[in-house]
């Protein structure tokens, strides 16, 4: 009987994963569609905006690699304040997505887009996880379940040698190979 209860409560967490990771998907992918199809104005003032907040971070692998990392360790750690963080860097992010993937297709088109594919994918995912995680701590910070919260400081360990890696190969792409690619597509341009 009691290994009933224990399989039947696993199966209540894994289906409350399901749950939670189904939401933080489709709210990704409505922000994402929200950056996407806002109007020209606001495109404009979010890369206004977009390019200031760049302008502030030196553009070299330990800037980027930790400005990556802070915003990841705020979307998780606001799982710990009813998750509001959490999902205000997750909208943003994904919402930033959209419209600067609008911009420079309506400016530059396809070619350059794909230039930030590379280091793009990595962000992304590792901010989709973050934004994961950050939901499952609120979760089980409102069960006040000891054991959950032992299972969740042992799934943060193999979180952080996830995003980390993720965020660092990103960085390094992004520093080190994206300008190269651009650089190369903006040539293709002016020949052609």
């Not at 224990?6 to 990704?28: A, G, K, M, P, Y």
């Not at 304040?81 to 943003?92: E, Q, R, S």
């Not at 799934?155 to 520093?175: G, T």
Request: with cysteine; aromatic share 18%; proline share 3%.
């Amino acid at each position: 009987m009691k290994e009933k209860l224990t399989r039947l409560s696993q199966n209540i967490i894994l289906n409350e994963d399901l749950i939670v990771l189904l939401s933080c998907i489709f709210f990704s992918i409505l922000s994402l569609l929200v950056g996407f199809y806002s109007s020209p104005d606001l495109l404009l003032k979010w890369m206004t905006f977009v390019k200031n907040y760049i302008s502030n971070i030196s553009f070299d692998f330990i800037s980027v690699f930790i400005n990556n990392i802070s915003i990841s360790a705020f979307m998780i750690a606001g799982g710990l304040l009813f998750a509001i963080p959490t999902v205000f860097f997750a909208g943003l992010n994904f919402f930033s997505l959209g419209a600067t993937s609008k911009y420079f297709l309506d400016e530059l088109g396809t070619l350059y887009i794909f230039s930030i594919l590379p280091h793009g994918i990595l962000e992304v995912c590792g901010i989709f996880l973050s934004f994961f995680f950050g939901m499952k701590i609120f979760k089980f910070s409102f069960l006040k379940k000891i054991k959950q919260n032992i299972e969740t400081l042992s799934k943060l360990k193999k979180y952080l040698l996830i995003v980390f890696p993720i965020f660092f190969i990103s960085a390094l792409i992004e520093v080190y190979i994206t300008p190269m690619i651009i650089q190369y597509i903006m040539q293709f341009f002016i020949k052609s």
